[in-house]
C-alpha cells in the first residue's frame, strides 16, 4: 500500500472521533476513543515507512506562492510519529474507561482527537507556514484540555502555560524569519541546501533562539515553571500525553532545526547544550523529592528527563563540531532512546497516577498508603514505571542511561580540553539524577501503596476498569521489551541518526548491545536471565532451609501499642528530610513553628509545624518580571482614559509626526 494512504487512513480515524465525539449519543461517545486507537497504528505503520524510506513528500496544498501547505516525512520524522502513535494508542485505550465518568466528555474527546493530529502535524511539517501553525494549533488545543475542569486553579494554570508557550513561539517564528531572510527558501529541505549562505554569527543566534523557543515547550531549567503547574491541572490521560510526547515536540523542533537543517557548529553549541542538560536534570529531580503532589511529582521528573535527553543530544553536537561521527552517533543514538523511553515510563507512571486519582480523588500522597492491597494492577504497573525512570535493569530506562553514561565517558577521545572537562561532569550530572531519582520514586511508590490507609481517601477503593488496565499493561510490557531487545530499538533509531551524524552505531551478537567505540558490552537479555536464576535459587534456598514448618500470620510489632495507625507510618515529608537539609542551599527551606500553651512553658496544648522550600525560579526571575509588566501596564494603562477629546489629540498628533517625518 502507498505510504500515504496509511497518512490518510490514520487521519479519518482522528477526525471521525473528533466528529463522532460531538454526536448527542452519550453511549456512542464513551467509545470514540478505539477510533483514535485505530489511528495510531495506522500512523505507527507510517512511522517504519518513513524510518527505512527516502524521505517523502506526503501531500501539499498551494495556496499562494508564500502560503503553501506541506506534509513530508524522512527518517526523524518517522522516529517521533511512532513515538506518539505507540503512546496514543495505550493512552487511547485507557481513556476508555478514564472518561466514562468525566463531565462534558464530548468536548473533550474533540479536542483529545485534534491534539493528537496537531504532534503529528508538527513532526511531519514541511515548511514553515506549515509548522507554525501546526505548532500554534497543538499549543492552543492543549490550553483548552489543561483548563478543560474550569477551576480557578486550572485556569491559573493554564494562563501561565498560555503565556511560556507563546514567548517560546515568538523566539520561534523570529529564528524562522531569520532563516528566510537570509536563504530566500520557505521549504526546510531547500533552507538546508542553501544554509551555507547563512553566516556563521547569524547561525549562532538561530542556534540560541530555537534553545529558547523550543526549550520552552520541551521543559528546560529555567523555561520550566508552567510544566508543573499545567501537567497536574490537566485530566490525567492529557498529563501523559503532554509529558510524554507533547513536550517531544520540543525537542523534534531543536533537531529538525540545530542538527539537521543547519548542519553542525561550533564546540560551544554542543556544551551549552550538556551543560542545559546537567542542569535540568540534577534540579529537575532535586524539586521532585520535594513534591506530595503525585502528578507534580512526575511533571518535575519531565524536566529531569528532559535534561538527560539533552546530555545525549548535546554531547552527539560536540562530538560531531570535532569530526568523532561515530561517538556522535552513540550520543544522539542514547538521546533518541531515552526520548522513546520516558514516552513509555513517562506516559505509565501518569496512567497509574490517573488510575489512583480515579480511585482515591486525591492528588496527595500523604492521603495514600495500602493501595497495592486494593489496586494490585495498577501498583505493580506503577513499580514497573518506577524501576524504568530509575534506570535499574531489565527495563528499558536503564538501556538508554547506560548509553548516555558511556558517550559522555568517551568524551576523554575529543581533543579539545573543553570536551575532556565538560563530558565526564555530565556524566557525574547523570549518575547523580540516578541516584535522587532512585531516592524519589522509593518515596512515590512507597508513601501510596505500601503500609496501610492513611486517610479514607485510601479506604475501600477499587480496582481500574479493564480498559484502564489494558493501556498501562501495554506500556509496561514496552518498558520490558525495550530493556531486554536493545538492538532492535537501535535499528529503529539508525536511519534518523545516520542522517544526522553520517554515522552508524555497530550492533554485533544477538541481543548484545557492542557499540566498537565503548568502553563495554551491555547483554540485557544475560542480566534478565542472571536475574531469574538468582531469583529462583534465592527462593529455593529459602524453602529447603525453613523446610516444611507451618507458616503462621502475625501483626506487625507495634512496641506494645494496641494497634498500628496511619500516624505511625513514615510520611513523605520525613523521607525526604535528610535530602532537604543536604541541598538545603538550593531549597531554601522556610519553618513555621507554633505552640500554645495551657500553662506557658510547662503545659502544651497544642503544636504545629508547616514548612516548604522556596521556589527560586518563580521567586527570583520570574516574580520581579511579572511586577515590572504589571506597573508598567498600570501606567500605560493612563493613556486609555476614555476621553474622546484625548483620543483626537492623539491623532492629530500622529498626523503631524507624519507630515514631519514622512518625507
Not at 520561534?172 to 554569527?201: C, Q, R, W
Request: proline share 4%; aromatic share 12%.
Amino acid at each position: 500500500m502507498n505510504p500515504q494512504n496509511y497518512l490518510y487512513i490514520g487521519a479519518l480515524f482522528f477526525l471521525s472521533g473528533a466528529v463522532v465525539s460531538l454526536l448527542p449519543l452519550p453511549k456512542v461517545k464513551n467509545y470514540t476513543y478505539i477510533l483514535s486507537s485505530l489511528g495510531a497504528v495506522s500512523f505507527a505503520v507510517l512511522s517504519l515507512f518513513l524510518l527505512f524510506a527516502p524521505p517523502l513528500n506526503i501531500f501539499s496544498i498551494s495556496i499562494s506562492p508564500i502560503f503553501e501547505f506541506i506534509f513530508c516525512g524522512d527518517a526523524l520524522s518517522g522516529f517521533f510519529v511512532m513515538v506518539i502513535s505507540i503512546l496514543t494508542l495505550s493512552v487511547s485505550i485507557f481513556s476508555i474507561g478514564y472518561t466514562k465518568d468525566i463531565g462534558n466528555k464530548g468536548l473533550k474527546g474533540f479536542l483529545y482527537n485534534l491534539f493528537i493530529l496537531s504532534m503529528y502535524a508538527v513532526v511531519m511539517s514541511g515548511n514553515i507556514v506549515t509548522f507554525l501553525i501546526s505548532w500554534e494549533t497543538m499549543s492552543v488545543v492543549s490550553y483548552f484540555l489543561v483548563t478543560f475542569d474550569r477551576s480557578e486553579k486550572s485556569a491559573k494554570a493554564g494562563l501561565i502555560y498560555a503565556v511560556m508557550t507563546h514567548v517560546g513561539t515568538a523566539f520561534i517564528i523570529t529564528l524562522f524569519f531569520m532563516l528566510y531572510k537570509n536563504t530566500g527558501h520557505m521549504d526546510f529541505s531547500n533552507i538546508k541546501a542553501a544554509i551555507t549562505e547563512v553566516p556563521d554569527d547569524v547561525k549562532s543566534l538561530i542556534f540560541i533562539f530555537s534553545v529558547i523557543g523550543f526549550g520552552t515547550k520541551a521543559g528546560i531549567i529555567p523555561l520550566h515553571t508552567w510544566l508543573p503547574k499545567a501537567h497536574p491541572a490537566a485530566p490525567s490521560n492529557i498529563s501523559a500525553l503532554m509529558s510524554g510526547v507533547m513536550i517531544k515536540t520540543g525537542i523534534y523542533g531543536f533537531v529538525r532545526i540545530s542538527m539537521d537543517i543547519m548542519g553542525h557548529g561550533p564546540e560551544w553549541w554542543g556544551v551549552m547544550i550538556i551543560v542545559i542538560g546537567a542542569v535540568s536534570s540534577i534540579l529537575g529531580v532535586l524539586y521532585a523529592l520535594m513534591e506530595h503532589d503525585i502528578k507534580r511529582l512526575l511533571a518535575y521528573h519531565s524536566v529531569e528527563n528532559i535534561g538527560i535527553i539533552l546530555l545525549g543530544i548535546g554531547g552527539a553536537m560536540m562530538f560531531k563540531s570535532h569530526g568523532l561521527y561515530t561517538l556522535s552517533a552513540i550520543a544522539l543514538i542514547a538521546g533518541f532512546y531515552h526520548t522513546l523511553n520516558h514516552a513509555l515510563f513517562k506516559g505509565l507512571l501518569f496512567l497509574g497516577a490517573g488510575s489512583v486519582m480515579h480511585a482515591t480523588h486525591t492528588k496527595n500522597m500523604e492521603d495514600m498508603g495500602g493501595l497495592i492491597k486494593s489496586m494490585p494492577y495498577t501498583g505493580l504497573f506503577f513499580l514497573i514505571g518506577s524501576i524504568s525512570i530509575c534506570a535499574l535493569p531489565p527495563f528499558n530506562g536503564f538501556v538508554s542511561e547506560w548509553l548516555t553514561y558511556q558517550a559522555l565517558i568517551l568524551g576523554f577521545k575529543s581533543p579539545s580540553i573543553t570536551s575532556k572537562i565538560i563530558s565526564p561532569l555530565g556524566g557525574a550530572a547523570l549518575a547523580l539524577t540516578g541516584a535522587l531519582a532512585a531516592a524519589c520514586f522509593v518515596k512515590a511508590f512507597g508513601i501510596s501503596f505500601l503500609g496501610i490507609p492513611r486517610s479514607s481517601h485510601a479506604e475501600n477503593v477499587k480496582e481500574s476498569s479493564p480498559s484502564m488496565i489494558t493501556g498501562m499493561a501495554i506500556l509496561a510490557l514496552l518498558c520490558l521489551i525495550f530493556g531486554i531487545f536493545p538492538g532492535a530499538v537501535i535499528t529503529l533509531l539508525s536511519p534518523a541518526v545516520f542522517n544526522l551524524t553520517g554515522s552508524y552505531g555497530m550492533l554485533s551478537g544477538k541481543g548484545v548491545l557492542h557499540i566498537s567505540e565503548t568502553v563495554a558490552a551491555l547483554s540485557p537479555v544475560a542480566i534478565l536471565i542472571t536475574m531469574v536464576i538468582t531469583s529462583v535459587a534465592t527462593i529455593v534456598f529459602i524453602f529447603i532451609v525453613s523446610g516444611k514448618k507451618k507458616v503462621t500470620y502475625g501483626g506487625s510489632w507495634d512496641c506494645g501499642m494496641p494497634a498500628l495507625t496511619p500516624r505511625m507510618q513514615y510520611s513523605a515529608t520525613a523521607f525526604t528530610k535528610p535530602i532537604r537539609m543536604i541541598f538545603k542551599r538550593i531549597y531554601l527551606p522556610r519553618r513555621e513553628l507554633r505552640v500554645s500553651y495551657i500553662v506557658k512553658p510547662f503545659f502544651v496544648k497544642s503544636i504545629k509545624y508547616s514548612g516548604e522550600i522556596t521556589p527560586f525560579f518563580e521567586k527570583y526571575i520570574y516574580e520581579p518580571v511579572t511586577v515590572f509588566i504589571h506597573k508598567f501596564a498600570g501606567k500605560v494603562r493612563l493613556l486609555q482614559s476614555g476621553s474622546l477629546h484625548l483620543y483626537l489629540g492623539y491623532i492629530l498628533i500622529t498626523l503631524i509626526l507624519l507630515l514631519i517625518f514622512g518625507n
